[in-house]
């Protein structure tokens, strides 16, 4: 214990990182505290699942915008794919495997890799490219990721899986079959849930990976090729191989955010409002919001601007308006010039008067 304390006090990234877990499991604590004495609303029970997916989606996406310096408007894609794996073995394990724990955490390890499998793959036509180019393509993908998975029939009888992108009658199953995908009507009759521990788990998780990651010679070799690629080729960087991990581990962990998702659900279709391009730019507003490859900030962020919505129902017509504000003055907070220029003076005040209160202390 003394040992920990010691680094904590001596080691920066120990002491940060420390900080940004300690935030999490004391706000899971005051949530379940909450629950527990009957005071947290239905409304808000509903939203603590929403929160943990989220947080996992942005902190990845972080990953690829922040850390490696990348612009994917394609995010949603993955999460699709997690989603969707997630949802097939939860229909057709789940009437074989009675115990839901084993179940539920082979739908998120299956998830996870089919999503970074994906993302490998798609990474390795798209990271070849740069700025505009990289993010059309990745929109691209997202699109076709959820379009196809719209287009998809699957069935299964004894005689096993049917799989069709025409229609249900092209399958030709037997009449005792079930229909597992049902084109644009997605996946029906889901009721796997996950607990709110369950969730947290995974986004303390998700922060132990990604701040490793950022914290490590991998780390700092993807931030090298992020600040100046050709400066990082040089000094021997290969560059093509870190690139290719972030962008894989950031599809996967988005993978489980997406079975997260499917959790929350009882039909999972493959719409525009699941899967499409306004979740990809959702995604992007609460790490940019956060601050661009600033982890904890993207966990902020993205409480407040989940919670906000549900919270300003009560305004009805002007909830979106005020939202929109308050997008826009968090915006000029965390990047205006002036703005920061203002909050580093507020700093330097509050830590002068902290060492001169420190002095007192000592004498």
Known sequence: MKTLINKFNSDKTFKQNTITYLIVIVAYLICQSLIMGGVMSNSMKGLLIQFCYYIIMAVSLNLTV???????????????????????????????????????????????????????????????????YLAIVTLAFGEIIKNVCAAVFLGKDSKGFHISLKDQAALNMEDSGEMIIKGPLGITGLSFTVSFTACVILVLITLIIVLNLVNSRTGRAVMAIRDNRIAAEATGINITKYKMLAFTISAA???????????????????????????????????????????????????????????????????????????????????????????????????????????????
């Open 66 to 132: 922040g850390i490696l310096g990348e612009l994917s408007l394609g995010h949603a894609g993955f999460m699709c794919i997690g989603a969707f794996t997630g949802a097939i073995l939860y229909k057709t394990l789940g009437t074989v495997l009675t115990f839901k724990p084993l179940l539920l955490l082979i739908c998120i390890v299956a998830g996870a890799l089919l999503a970074g499998i994906f993302g490998f793959l798609i990474g390795i036509p798209v990271l070849r490219l740069k700025g505009d």
């Open 253 to 363: 962990l988005a993978g489980v955010a997406g079975v997260l998702y499917a959790s929350s659900l009882s039909t999972l279709a493959s719409s525009s409002k699941n899967f499409g391009y306004n979740m990809s730019i959702m995604i992007l507003v609460y790490v940019v919001l956060g601050g661009i490859g600033n982890i904890r900030g993207s966990v902020i962020a993205t409480v407040i601007l989940v919670l906000l919505p549900e919270k300003l129902r009560f305004l009805s017509n002007y909830r979106m308006l005020i939202y929109a504000v308050v997008l826009i003055a968090m915006m000029l907070i965390n990047w205006s010039p002036q703005a920061r220029a203002k909050r580093d003076v507020l700093l330097s005040k509050i830590n002068i008067f902290k060492k001169k209160t420190d002095e007192k202390e000592v004498q």
